[in-house]
Every structure is written in structure tokens, then in C-alpha cells.
DNA sequence: GAAAAAAGTTTCCTATAGGAAACTTTTTTC
DNA sequence: GAAAAAAGTTTCCTATAGGAAACTTTTTTC
């Protein structure tokens, strides 16, 4: 049980760590946004006054920061050019990061050992990833191994290399999975896997959030 | 070629599919977003216009729908109140999912073959989630089997269950991978996998956007 | 390269957002 | 349950956003 919330600790903090691009600041400079979507966009001033309804000294003075516009503007920004509004808040350049790689050689992964399970992760030269594959070697062999359900957010693929496992679930009927078989659920709901065959079982399993 | 073209479409698709909860309607209630977050962190007025700087009166006036705010005051508000702006236009609900499931049996994924790979796909009755997976027989022996790199939006994790892989990419050396090996690399970078053992290579790889 | 056209900015006015204080409604205290 | 306190709303004023038209700057035409 005190076992059980070391883990989730620990994968709190390693998914914190996976995730943390989120926002910078709040201090965004509406106009510049504009604009730039606007220019991308091939639209003259008189073009996107078209579109928005607005009228383009309106437009010319949000965009110059002389203005501060008011949120029905900004739906009317949103539905006339056709953006989300978040978008206007996100950072100019979304910069999706390419060209990284991290290969991880059987059994050479970061270990982290539980009662229950043998965790290896894979790929942790890697942060700021949106996912974070594991192979798990399954010592638990009944729920109360565990005490509780395990429940955190996202979702999860599991897929079994090696023996027999039981994923239990909160809202389903155990479910048992042979080599080669796999399942995708959502976190959220309490899942548990156990080994069911002779050996203790070995998975990869893969979260997202 | 035009294989390769054919598999990009498909897996666009596919992943379009898996996304679209995007966002509903512009037609958002600023102010009952913000009474929502206020009453939710159980502030009052009084309270929240000390965090935020700006009058009770406004704060009112606002959540009543009375006044559409300007964008220097939603930047008050997000940082006072401490949230992103986003946080402000997103339906109230952000009805995280769960409880669902999809279990796939050892070769009953929805086969989709080209002439460099076999893919299975995996989880496929549910639809909106974070990952796709699929377990994938790999015909491709050289780079020439493709004639271009496969590059598309996301990340992936590649993690080999049988023979021996080499995975190509735009900005690294070949990499070799044994049964167990895995790699993560961003999805953005041209890469290809292709089987190196006697018998055609079988990997399972997962994607996330 | 001068004239015309297109794109963008500024001015000036009106409509409305933001704030202080008065007021009303709701909740708490005894 | 009356009095006091707290929470929320409305009023009224000032500051500022939004729009039409004049103006300036930039681009295109010949």
C-alpha cells in the first residue's frame, strides 16, 4: 500500500517532467499574433475586415498594440479567419521539436523496482516527450498485492511479451492476455495487471497523457 | 512511391480520426467560464479582485455577461487567478475519459499491407485516443524500397519483438536493434525502418500526436 | 519615375469597458 | 429572527475600444 504510493508518485513526477512545455508566460502581445496569422494568411487589412466584420482602422490599431480588444473582438477574430481562439494566445512559433532520438537496448533501461512490479523505463535520455514507454516485469499475482486500484490520468497500451497476465480493471471483468495479445484503456479508470502464468510475466507498456 | 504516398494518406487519416475532440463552437460564456473557476476555487468577488487587480464591479459585470472584457484584463484575470488563458474558452467540462477499453488478440489487428510493410492495427474500436498503435511485418530490405523518407507530425516509439532492424533517419547513422530494443525518435524527422535478419523483422510501434 | 491604386494608419467621434462608491441581497451571528 | 457582516449588483463617472472617413505610405501600372 505505502508501496503502491511511492509508484504513483514516481510516475506523477516522471510524467511532470515528460510534459512540462506547457505555457510561458501571460504576457503575450495579442497584436503581433494577429498579424502574423493574418500575413501567413495572404489577407489584406480590408480582406480580414471582410471576414471579421470589423472595421480595419480596428484591426490596424489591435494589431499596432494601440488597443486592447474586447473578447467578443476576438470571437469575431476567431470565426472570421477561422482560428481557435487559443491559438491567439499560444506562442508565435510552435516550435514541434524534430529530430531527436534515444534508443534504449534490451534490458538497459532505467530500472525502478516495486513490490508488485519490475519496472524498466525505456527512452529517459528523452524529456518533454508525449510518451513513456516501460517494460514491466509482473511479480503481483492477485489484487491485494496491491491494496488499491492504480489510477492516474491519461491513457495506457499495454502489450504482453513473455507469459500469461490478467488485466484487472474497475468497470470490466478481468481480461487475459496471452503473448502477442494487447489492450488500450484509459488511466483513469482502476487497472491492475497480474501474472497468471507459471513465470512471472513481461510487458511493454506505454503512457500517454 | 505512390505505396508510400497511399500509407501517408492512411495513417493521416487514421490519426485525424483518433484526434477531432478538438474544440465546439466560438460560441463561449466568457463569464460563466470565469464564475465557474471563481465560485470552483471558492473565492469571492472581493477575494478575487484583490488576486487580480481589477474592481469587484468589473469582476460582476463580467461573470453577468454585462461587459465583454478586454484582452489586458483576461491577462489580469489568468494571472491572478492563476490559470493559462486557454483555460478561459475551454468548454466547462474537459470530461476527461475514461473507463474505456479495447483488447487485441495476437494477429487479429486491422491488417493495412504496402510493399514495405505489413501493419496491424491495434485498439482499433476506439476512436479520439492519444496513441496508435500497431504491430508491423517488415517486407522493406533497403532505403530504395521507399524512395523517400516518412515523415509525419508526432512522436514514436519503435520496440522490436522479432529479427533485426536497422532504423534509418534524416540526421543519425543507421541504427541496428535487436529483440528488445527499442527507440523513441520525433516522428517530424524522415525515418524508415527496414528488417536486417534472415527473416522478415516484426516491431510494434506506437505513435502519439 | 509619375500617376493611380492598394494597403495601412490616424483622427475624431460614439459606444462601451473599468472602477469607486452606493446600494441590495444573502449569509452569519447571537 | 433581528442585527450585523459579508457577498454581490447597480449606478455614475472616466477611460478607452470600435468604426467611418480622412489621411499617409507603399505597391503597381504604364
Known sequence: MS???KTDKFFSEIMARNKEQEKPIEQIQIGKQLKQIRTKNKLTLDEASKLTGLAKSTLSKIENEQVSPTFAVMQKLATGLN???PQLFTAPKKL??????????????????????????????????LMMPYMS?????????FGDWIRHEG?????????????????????TLNVGDSVYYD???????????????????????
Chains 1, 2 share one sequence.
Request: proline share 1%.
Open 3 to 5: 508501496d503502491r504510493k
Open 83 to 85: 482560428i481557435d481562439i
Open 96 to 129: 514541434q521539436s524534430c529530430g531527436r532520438r534515444d534508443i534504449t537496448r534490451a534490458n538497459e533501461g532505467l530500472s525502478h523496482i516495486t513490490s508488485t512490479y519490475e519496472h524498466n523505463l525505456l527512452a529517459t535520455q528523452l524529456s518533454n516527450k
Open 137 to 145: 516485469r509482473i511479480h503481483a499475482r492477485s489484487f491485494d498485492d
Open 155 to 175: 491513457e495506457e497500451f499495454l502489450f504482453v511479451i513473455e507469459g500469461q497476465v490478467q488485466l484487472l480493471s474497475e468497470f470490466y471483468e478481468p481480461a
Open 187 to 209: 488511466a483513469g479508470m482502476g487497472h491492475l495487471a497480474i501474472s497468471v502464468s507459471e513465470e512471472d510475466a513481461l510487458i511493454l507498456w506505454i503512457t500517454a497523457q
